[in-house]
Antibody, heavy 122, light 107 residues
Framework: QLQLQESGPGLVKPSETLSLTCTVS??????????WGWVRQTPGKGLEWIGS???????YQNPSLKSRLTMSIDTSKNQFSLSLSSVTAADAAVYYC??????????????WGQGTPVTVSS | DIQMTQSPSTLSASVGDRVIITCRAS??????LAWYQQKPGKAPKLLIH???SLESGVPSRFSGSGSGTEFTLTISSLQPDDLATYYC?????????FGQGTKLEIK
C-alpha cells in the first residue's frame, strides 16, 4: 500500500529557506506513470498547488512561487523534496506531498501524505 | 489563473438527504475536474476525477457531473461518515487551482 510521509522542520525563520522531504513507501518514485507533487493549505487561502516533478526531471511549478521554489527527486532514496526560499508569514501552512497519475490528464492527486505544519516565525 | 468557486460554503443536511455541491470555473476546463473529501485533521482524499469517474473504493452514493464551467458533486443519500469539507480542483491548465471548499454538516 502506497504511503507518503512528509518530513522537515516545523519552524522556519522569516527570510530563510523552507526545506521539506517526502518519503515514499509501497511504491517507487521512478515509476514513469506518476508525477509527485506538493500542495499547501492555509485557513485563509485554502488549498494551493505548489509544484510537481517526474523522475525524468520534468517539473511544473506554480508561477506565484517559481522564483523561490526548487524541487528535486532522489530515486535512490525514493524521496522527493522542495525548497522554498525567502519565506514570509504567508508561507506558513500545512504542506502535503502527493502522487499524480500521468494518464488521462496530469493533475489529480490520488494519494496524499498526512501533511506537516510549517510555522514561519523568528 | 482559473478561479474555482464553490457553493454553498456551508451546507447542513440530514442523514438520507440528497446533497448537491456546485463548482463553477471562471473559464472552460472541459471535463478536467476532480473532487476531494477532507475530514478534520486529515489530508484530502480523491473521490472523483475527470468530472464523473469514481475512484476505486469510493461509495457509489457519490457522483459527479458537468462540463465546461459548471460542475456538481452529488451525494445521493447522506451518511454520517460524509461529514467533511469538499473541494473541487481544475487540472485543465497550470496552475492547478482549487475551490474554497464546502463544509458539510450533518443535522
Amino acid at each position: 500500500q502506497l504511503q507518503l510521509q512528509e518530513s522537515g522542520p516545523g519552524l522556519v525563520k522569516p527570510s530563510e529557506t523552507l526545506s521539506l522531504t517526502c518519503t515514499v513507501s509501497g511504491g517507487s518514485v521512478s515509476f514513469s506513470s506518476f508525477y509527485w507533487g506538493w500542495v499547501r493549505q492555509t485557513p485563509g487561502k485554502g488549498l494551493e498547488w505548489i509544484g510537481s516533478i517526474h523522475h525524468s526531471g520534468y517539473t511544473y511549478q506554480n508561477p506565484s512561487l517559481k522564483s523561490r521554489l526548487t524541487m528535486s527527486i532522489d530515486t535512490s532514496k525514493n524521496q522527493f523534496s522542495l525548497s522554498l526560499s525567502s519565506v514570509t508569514a504567508a508561507d506558513a501552512a500545512v504542506y502535503y506531498c502527493a502522487r499524480l497519475p500521468n494518464w488521462g490528464a496530469l493533475g489529480r492527486f490520488d494519494s496524499w501524505g498526512q501533511g506537516t505544519p510549517v510555522t514561519v516565525s523568528s | 489563473d482559473i478561479q474555482m468557486t464553490q457553493s454553498p460554503s456551508t451546507l447542513s443536511a440530514s442523514v438520507g438527504d440528497r446533497v448537491i455541491i456546485t463548482c463553477r470555473a471562471s473559464e472552460s476546463i472541459t471535463s478536467w475536474l476532480a473532487w476531494y473529501q477532507q475530514k478534520p485533521g486529515k489530508a484530502p482524499k480523491l473521490l472523483i476525477h475527470k468530472t464523473s469517474s469514481l475512484e476505486s473504493g469510493v461509495p457509489s452514493r457519490f457522483s459527479g457531473s458537468g462540463s465546461g464551467t459548471e460542475f456538481t458533486l452529488t451525494i445521493s443519500s447522506l451518511q454520517p461518515d460524509d461529514l467533511a469539507t469538499y473541494y473541487c480542483q481544475q487540472y485543465y491548465t497550470y496552475p492547478y487551482t482549487f475551490g474554497q471548499g464546502t463544509k458539510l454538516e450533518i443535522k
